[in-house]
């Protein structure tokens, strides 16, 4: 999303072009490379920080997670990271009606959040140039995914896609899928299998033995 919640609590990208602030503690700040499609981001890994409402109305904390410290502005060209105990590590944000956050250092004044090319996010005098957008992260839950007999084949987990390898002379039972703890909703596109949680869960493939019939070849009359 390029909008927000009107307290603004949660954890959040903030991200400009491809380009997504991930916390470090240089003046530059580590950036993480994203795909955004259709306003959409389809890369997060673990780059998400978080923004809290400060002491002032209007006025918020961005908490850099990766390594538990505040973003502080320093000069107008450089931030570093402080303690949860710094006074002067408020920023005020407001989002324009193309979804751009403008991110302001409430400790000293114009002093806006901003990509330098492809290098880091920095602070500078100016509110022009490549302003960041603000993407509200998607709720994270963990996938266990489980085969209902090894000998019948075996399943491997990448993200939320379950790629199921049934055993020579076994395939999917019916259902071929059970999820059997959490809440859960599964695809199944051959031997693939996408599943998206509301919940931390569990979901088991089902194999079984592919089944075996006689055939019986009798002669005819004459």
């Known amino acids: 999303v390029t909008s927000a919640p009107s307290d603004w609590s949660g954890e959040y990208l903030i991200v400009a072009g491809t380009s997504a602030l991930s916390g470090g503690t240089s003046s530059w700040g580590s950036i993480t490379a994203v795909t955004v499609s259709n306003n959409k981001i389809s890369t997060t890994a673990n780059i998400s920080v978080t923004i809290s409402k400060g002491g002032t109305s209007g006025t918020y904390y961005i908490y850099m997670n990766s390594n538990s410290k505040y973003l502080k502005e320093v000069t107008k060209n450089d931030f570093a990271t402080a303690d949860a105990s710094s006074t002067d590590t408020e920023w005020k944000i407001s989002l324009s009606n193309t979804g751009n956050a403008q991110i302001e250092c409430a400790s000293a004044t114009a002093r806006y959040l901003r990509l330098n090319g492809t290098s880091g996010f920095r602070c500078y005098t100016s509110n022009t140039g490549t302003l960041p957008k603000l993407y509200k992260k998607a709720a994270s839950y963990t996938i266990t995914a489980q085969s209902n007999n090894t000998n019948y084949g075996t399943v491997s987990l990448s993200g939320t896609t379950i790629t199921a390898s049934p055993k020579t002379g076994y395939t999917y039972a019916n259902p071929a899928y ?6 859960a909703i599964v695809t199944q ?13 569990t979901v088991r493939i089902n194999f079984e033995a592919i089944p075996k019939y006689t055939v019986t070849l009798e002669a005819g009359p004459g």
């Open 178 to 183: 059970t999820v059997t703890s959490g809440t």
């Open 189 to 201: 596109n051959g031997n693939t299998f996408t599943v998206s949680p509301s919940t931390n869960c």
